[in-house]
């Protein structure tokens, strides 16, 4: 699909100049030898003001950077599984505080861990049950594979949990899931983790139909997201991008997933926390709909007070994610940053010494991807890459933030 509804930067309150910048940053990845290739896109009030490629898709076919290359988004895949609980939630099938073993009863009998090793785990019973805004928030206390700080983690890697293979189906893979102990009690920290993908079989249970289905129906096209899928045809397989990994002493980009033998080409299960693969036209279809109160050319995802509680801190103690959260990336990473229903949300700038507005919200994706929408500013941002893991050029995010944020003068 092709962007629409274009604007000259200073229509909507860019500096042009300025602007550019950003345009000079993304380049500048590719031309240091960082990066393959680079997309970024910054939109106001819902009209595109800058969009700029660079370098290559796929290295080894000589592919460059086009308007419709499909892109592994990873984790952010999370927003848009969240916008499918809150539709559910409104249509009143499904509430916040509801228990999640309501709806996948293995996890009745899940307990928490409070001692021993990953070998011979010490565990109890939960103090109350997980809800559905655990999951949403990620205070369940379930974790992810390649997290490197807790036992559990490590049962994880023990048990083959991986976040993108899975143990068979959906729900083959969440039972599983439920049969490892958490790493603390609900609602008290947040620990990122597997909790999206869990959402997604509550989905496909809540709804009687196909996780991936349900998205489809009732997320991807009613936003008109028409090249976003968890699985890759042949048809399009010269679209998918190439995956690369830096090498560990020079940082120049390492080929990891050949568009040919990526595993998006047949995923086993639909992984609500980490599956899709999307367009940059797509994805700012999902952001203009954020920004619009839940509208998209006429039709209705969300309310906007649904989306307003989404952009809300959920945090134990309206705390920040550097106060009740297990680190990410490193200390003090997330100072002065909550988390919603669904995506990082900014309580306090200072406090986090970033350029950016109370009421961003944000998050991105394993290999390299960001974006973020501010209903203050009116701003959405989408910054697409292809380099595994996130953490190898972590300031990417802040610098970003500040590169087009200067820009705006009105």
Not at 83 to 111: I, K, N
Not at 277 to 293: I, K, P
Not at 307 to 316: E, F, K, Q, S, T
Not at 388 to 394: E, K, Y
Request: hydrophobic content about 45%; proline content about 6%.
């Amino acid at each position: 699909m092709t962007l629409e509804t274009a604007a000259s930067p200073a229509e909507v309150g860019f500096d042009p100049d300025r602007l550019q910048s950003v345009a000079v940053y993304a380049q500048r990845f590719v031309d240091d030898g960082l990066m393959v290739g680079t997309d970024v896109l910054v939109a106001r009030r819902g009209r595109v003001v800058l969009r700029s490629t660079a370098g290559l898709a796929d290295r080894e076919a000589g592919a460059p950077v086009a308007d419709d290359t499909l892109w592994r988004f990873y984790s952010m895949t999370k927003p848009l599984t969240s916008v499918a609980v809150m539709q559910l939630v409104e249509a009143g099938r499904l509430r916040l505080r509801d228990p999640l073993h309501a709806f996948v009863p293995a996890f009745a009998d899940t307990e928490v861990f409070v001692g021993g090793t990953a070998g011979r785990p010490e565990t109890a019973p939960l103090t109350r049950p997980v809800t559905i805004a655990d999951l949403l928030t990620h205070t369940a206390g379930l974790t992810y594979s390649f997290v490197q700080q807790h036992p559990v983690d490590e049962i994880y890697r023990r048990s083959g949990m991986d976040a993108m293979s899975g143990i068979g189906d959906l729900e083959a893979t969440i039972d599983a899931l439920a049969a490892l102990p958490l790493r603390h009690q609900p609602g008290t920290r947040w620990s990122y983790s597997m909790a999206t993908d869990v959402l997604g079989r509550v989905v496909e249970v809540v709804s009687d139909r196909p996780f991936a289905q349900y998205l489809q129906d009732h997320v991807l096209d009613p936003l008109g997201m028409v090249d976003t899928t968890f699985r890759v045809g042949d048809a399009d397989l010269g679209r998918l991008a190439a995956c690369y990994s830096p090498d560990p002493e020079t940082l120049e980009p390492v080929l990891l997933d050949a568009p040919v033998t990526s595993g998006f080409r047949s995923p086993s299960w639909s992984s609500g926390g980490g599956g899709l693969v999307s367009t940059m036209a797509d994805y700012h279809r999902f952001c203009r709909m954020l920004l619009n109160g839940g509208l998209s050319d006429g039709d209705r995802l969300l309310g906007p007070r649904t989306l307003a509680l989404m952009m809300r801190n959920h945090l134990p103690g309206g705390a920040d994610l550097s106060a009740v959260g297990d680190p990410l990336y490193h200390q003090g990473f997330f100072d002065g940053v909550g988390f919603g229903l669904g995506f990082a949300v900014v309580l306090d700038a200072a406090a986090g010494r970033i350029h950016a507005t109370e009421g961003e919200c944000s998050w991105g994706g394993m290999a390299s991807t960001a974006f973020w929408v501010d209903p203050v500013e009116e701003v959405s941002v989408v910054f697409l890459a292809q380099l595994v893991p996130s953490s190898t050029h972590i300031s990417l995010r802040w610098d970003l933030r500040t590169l087009v944020n200067q820009a705006i003068v009105d």
